[in-house]
């Protein structure tokens, strides 16, 4: 069994002077897709941002088995790790060609591997981000963290607010992307995380609550009841596109 690509051992975060996460301990396999799940509120994103430093946090983060949490963002970033923010944050007067040309920081960025995935950002190339409807303003953010060659992604509530065609096609890029390069996924529609996910972290008040395989949770009717706040009726196995892509978060 390989070594994991991340380690988490005891992370706390503020915001602010705000506790936002107590304790969590998890680790994320160097393969597949992880999903981070729990009801709103209860420190998802805020894991990810300390994860990332970008909120302040105590506690020891390895990447390949190398202590991050010293390290600013940037050098976290340079280490090969790609970050799709929940808010997608985009520049709206940029172009789509200069979004992804900001992103680039290797000599041989992945452009073909990102036209594959996302054939209509090709298309809108010279077109302002901030035209862009909120599904193809999500392509742009996914696109930047993949055009480098990254050890570990970590994205953010990629399906928030998108209509069922663009979660397919969202979901599908995530699951191409997942054959290169392991991702910790913060997802709200469970459909999507059956589709998606091979484990699962649940959070609840700033802690971990539970790990294992993602339908283990979704399979099991009062599990997903006590930690997600749904009923396992709601989650069936489905493709996304017969959902809105909402749920809990």
Known sequence: MSAPILEVRGLRASIAGQQVVEDVTFEVPATG??????RNGVGKTSTLRGILGLIQRKGEVRLAGE??????????VQRGVGYVPEDR???????????????ERQRNPRREFVAELFPDLV???????????????Q????????????????????????????VTQVADALLEASKIVPILLVEQNLEVVRRLADGAIVIAGGRVVHTGRATEILDDEGLTRRLLGVHAETVPSQTPSSQTGQGTR
């Open 33 to 38: 897709i992880t999903a981070v799940l729990g």
């Open 67 to 76: 202590r991050i949490d010293g390290m600013p963002t940037h050098r976290i």
């Open 89 to 103: 944050e985009v520049f709206a007067r940029l172009s789509v060609a200069e979004n992804l040309a900001l992103a």
């Open 123 to 137: 298309q809108r190339r010279d077109q302002m981000a901030g035209t862009l409807s909120g599904g193809q303003q």
């Open 139 to 166: 392509m742009v953010s996914v696109a930047r963290a993949l055009i480098n060659d990254n050890q570990l992604l970590l994205v953010d509530e990629p399906t928030k607010g998108l209509a069922p065609m663009i």
